[in-house]
T-cell receptor, first 114, second 110 residues
Framework: ETGVTQTPRHLVMGMTNKKSLKCEQH?????MYWYKQSAKKPLELMFV???????ENNSVPSRFSPECPNSSHLFLHLHTLQPEDSALYLC?????????????FGPGTRLTVL | GQNIDQPTEMTATEGAIVQINCTYQ??????LFWYQQHAGEAPTFLSY????GLEEKGRFSSFLSRSKGYSYLLLKELQMKDSASYLC???????????FGQGTTLQVKP
């Protein structure tokens, strides 16, 4: 399934670095999501975008900054991260922002913060 | 508060049937989802229930009781490739928010 792609697949960064994660969906969907998946913890929703407008910010620290320039692309800009931010970051999309349709996930970016 | 509970681990035998339970307490409810996630891969959508009852899709079935805050995923004729984590998630609100349980890791043995 290549409907949702994410780059890079792996990223190692220091606490003072600035990096960006990229997500692209080829499904014609109108909603996109960022999730964080840490070891032994449930998937946590971070942000929801509907038609390029942010509609949900799940109490995420400001060192994570999302950007949605169009309905096919979603970025997560990272700066001054902490080691506890190391996790798998998953992007997802759905036809509409409501939950009557399934969300389709990308392969994720494995982030390690040193 | 929001709480979704499912067993952490389960083991079953190839060819058998296994039922993975999920109980939830959430402030809103827009449906219950099951996802499958193989190690190192993205979650993939399995099923969706919004009304009470059983939804069958091939070897997989999902059941929902809204009054009891309870769902289960039933896997029949287990295959080795079914070894994965199974994530229960509840839809909440109208922004597409999904609240996930921590997942049940299923190991299928020969």
């Amino acid at each position: 399934e290549t409907g949702v792609t994410q780059t890079p697949r792996h990223l190692v960064m220091g606490m003072t670095n600035k990096k960006s994660l990229k997500c692209e969906q080829h499904l014609g969907h109108n909603a996109m999501y960022w999730y964080k998946q840490s070891a032994k913890k449930p998937l946590e929703l971070m942000f929801v975008y509907s038609l390029e407008e942010r509609v949900e910010n799940n109490s995420v620290p400001s060192r994570f900054s999302p950007e949605c320039p169009n309905s096919s692309h979603l970025f997560l800009h990272l700066h001054t991260l902490q080691p506890e931010d190391s996790a798998l970051y998953l992007c997802a999309s759905s036809r509409e922002p409501g939950v009557l349709t399934g969300q389709y996930f990308g392969p994720g970016t494995r982030l390690t913060v040193l | 508060g929001q709480n979704i509970d499912q067993p952490t681990e389960m083991t079953a035998t190839e060819g058998a049937i296994v039922q993975i339970n999920c109980t939830y307490q959430t402030s809103g409810f827009n449906g219950l989802f099951w996802y499958q996630q193989h190690a190192g891969e993205a979650p993939t959508f399995l099923s969706y229930n919004v009304l009470d009852g059983l939804e069958e899709k091939g070897r997989f079935s999902s059941f929902l009781s809204r009054s009891k805050g309870y769902s289960y995923l039933l896997l029949k004729e287990l295959q080795m490739k079914d070894s994965a984590s199974y994530l229960c998630a509840v839809g909440s609100g109208n922004t597409g928010k999904l609240i996930f349980g921590q997942g049940t890791t299923l190991q299928v043995k020969p």
